[in-house]
């Protein structure tokens, strides 16, 4: 049986194609539940990480992130939804 695992990209473009501002939106978003780690390096969470998507700058999240930390993940969504960003779903099979 395969399985699926889906993520959410979500966009620094509005809805209308116009670039979002303040261009840092994701890394503030990322950062919130990101933690340092012994190296003294920042390291993302797995639910919630900033990346380049289709040469665009994107924040991918995990669906995990609704049942790990429902809050964050509403408060993403709602955030995305107030400022129009464009938003896919991406899932890959794992075995």
């Known amino acids: 049986m395969v399985k699926q695992e889906c993520r ?9 194609g ?10 503030r978003i990322s950062t919130a539940l990101a933690s340092f ?3 003294h390096r920042i390291h993302y969470s ?8 289709n040469g ?3 924040l991918v999240v ?3 992130l609704h ?5 964050a993940f509403e408060y993403i969504l709602n955030f995305a939804r107030a ?7 991406e899932c890959t099979d794992i075995p």
């Open 8 to 16: 959410l990209v979500i966009e620094s473009v509005s809805e209308d």
């Open 18 to 27: 116009r670039k979002f501002r303040p261009s840092d939106w994701i890394e």
């Open 37 to 39: 780690g012994p190296d």
């Open 46 to 53: 797995k639910t919630a990480q900033p990346r380049i998507v």
């Open 56 to 58: 665009e700058k994107c």
């Open 62 to 64: 995990d669906k995990a």
């Open 67 to 71: 049942e790990k930390d429902p809050a």
């Open 83 to 89: 400022n129009r960003l464009k938003i896919h779903e």
